[in-house]
Each structure stands twice: as C-alpha cells, then as structure tokens.
C-alpha cells in the first residue's frame, strides 16, 4: 500500500463504469485518481461554479469550452448512510462546513440561492439547499461530542 492509500472493491452498473472510464480520460488523470473526486453532472457549468464557491469551495481550472470545472476543497471523504428499499443507490452530496452555517446560508443567499432553515441533527447542525438543477445539497456543522 502506497501513499497511505487502499483498494476498495465494488461492483458498479457497466454503464457507470463505462461514463467514469471516458471521464478520466477526458480528464487525462488516471481511473484510480479520478474517482477519488464526486463528479456534479450539470447543465449550467457557470451556475453550477456560482453556487458551489458561495458553499466555500475554490476557484480551479476551467476547460477551454467551460464544459469542466474543478473546485478544489480542503478535504472530503465518503459517507454512508442507512436507508429505506427507496433509497438504494440514491447519491446526495453533503459538506462539511469549517465556519458557522448561518455565515454559509448567508453567502448562498447573496448568491442567489435560497437554503432552507438550519436545523439541529444528531451530529450537529445542517442545512439544505437546491442546486441549480434543483439537487439538494447538505451542508452540516459536525459536533463530534455528539458521536459514541
């Protein structure tokens, strides 16, 4: 094991596969450092970056034609979460945030975008926003004297 890093197997839909294939090497990273970053599939890149940089994360390359956009974070990581038959295979993107939500909820509202109340979870705080695709984002505010 190299770099701290090790393999994890899955089995994933050959569709899936055959899209992350073509994305790496769209992307001219190989597969096992590409999938090491959530890919946003948007229809308005520009709006896309607009309403992630007011979640807080930065500014990266563009491509030429504006059709890739990377906005690098400080760190990230996968989550798991228990879920109903209705909920298998669903994917949902949530941040971590380093700063208090109201100052994120603020950002995203001087940016145009209208999240919902922040409310008390069993780790912490969070709260949920629309894309402008209208996926739902979480962003949460862990407390970890909450965890066992």
């Given amino acids: 094991m190299s770099n701290g890093k090790q ?3 899955i ?10 294939k073509h994305a790496s090497v769209d992307a001219n990273q190989s597969l096992s450092t590409f999938v090491e970053e959530p890919i946003r599939y948007t229809t308005d890149v520009d709006a ?4 992630y ?3 807080g994360l930065d500014s990266g390359p563009v491509s030429r034609p504006g059709s890739w956009a990377e906005l690098p974070a400080t ?4 989550a798991i979460h228990k879920g109903g038959n209705e909920d298998t295979g669903r994917c949902e993107l949530a ?7 109201s100052v994120v ?3 995203l509202r001087d940016a145009g975008f209208e999240p919902e109340a ?4 069993n780790y912490g705080q969070s709260v949920r926003v629309r894309d402008p695709d209208g996926v739902w984002v979480q962003i949460n505010a862990n407390d970890h004297e909450l965890y066992t």
């Fill in 7 to 9: 393999q994890f197997n």
């Fill in 11 to 20: 089995y994933l839909p050959a569709e899936l596969v055959r899209r992350v």
């Fill in 48 to 51: 896309a970056i607009r309403f």
């Fill in 53 to 55: 940089r007011a979640l």
């Fill in 75 to 78: 760190a990230g990581m996968l």
């Fill in 95 to 101: 941040f971590a945030a380093d700063e208090p939500l």
């Fill in 105 to 107: 909820a603020q950002r």
């Fill in 118 to 121: 922040i409310v008390d979870e």
